[in-house]
């Protein structure tokens, strides 16, 4: 089983990682990360890099694709050469799956018109301008199809989609290999829990289409690149 992890510069790290710790374990499963070039790929605050060995010219079809999501998502979109890319191996795929606005990729390559899909809370509108309906769900499975909400929603994304490909007693004993068992110290992990002044915080760093780093407090949690 071949799957396929897409990294560009600027994605975040958990986006690609967390699924990565549950699929990367499944029966036969090989992994392969995979960027418009091949090389290191950084993340969205500069201070990680990923490799990736193949570029996306090297490969062509996969059994499950996942894109995970980023503060550079738009550049993504705004590359024929990439969008290109990921309709043609989407093709190939039994699955393709997304963390946070690795959905607004997958709708923007068309995959989810008149579909229902989530994504990060906050991008909402720009996934339901390209045709998708969203909602408020942790993930979306249409059987072909996985879009996740934000973040760390892709370990239970993960999870999810092992239950499925190897049944639910293996990715309960995943679950418990990586000791997945949260017990967050706030309960402001959803903006159905959070208070106003948070989700303000939040969405007043989060300016579509900006994927330009910024030091805090304009952005939570990223920084500048360290030299």
Known sequence: MHIVIFLYDGFTTLDAIGPFETLS???DAEVTFV????GMVANDNGLIDIYAPKSIDEVDSA???LVPGGFADEAVRNDPHQMDWVRKIAKTT???ASVCTGSLILAAAGLLDG??????????????????????ERWVDHGDIITAAGVSAGIDMGLHLS??????????????AIEYAPEPPFNSGSVATAAPETIELVAAT?????ATPRPLPERIGRVPRAH
């Open 35 to 38: 960027a418009k070039e091949a």
């Open 163 to 176: 239950a499925q490909i190897a049944g639910e007693d293996y990715a309960k004993a995943l679950q418990l």
């Open 115 to 136: 579909k229902k899909a989530t994504t990060h809370w906050a991008r909402y509108d720009v996934l339901e301008s390209y045709g998708a309906t969203p909602v408020a």
């Open 206 to 210: 989060m300016d579509s289409g900006d």
């Open 94 to 96: 039994k699955i393709n």
């Open 25 to 27: 374990r499944l029966p």
């Open 63 to 65: 059994d499950i694709l």
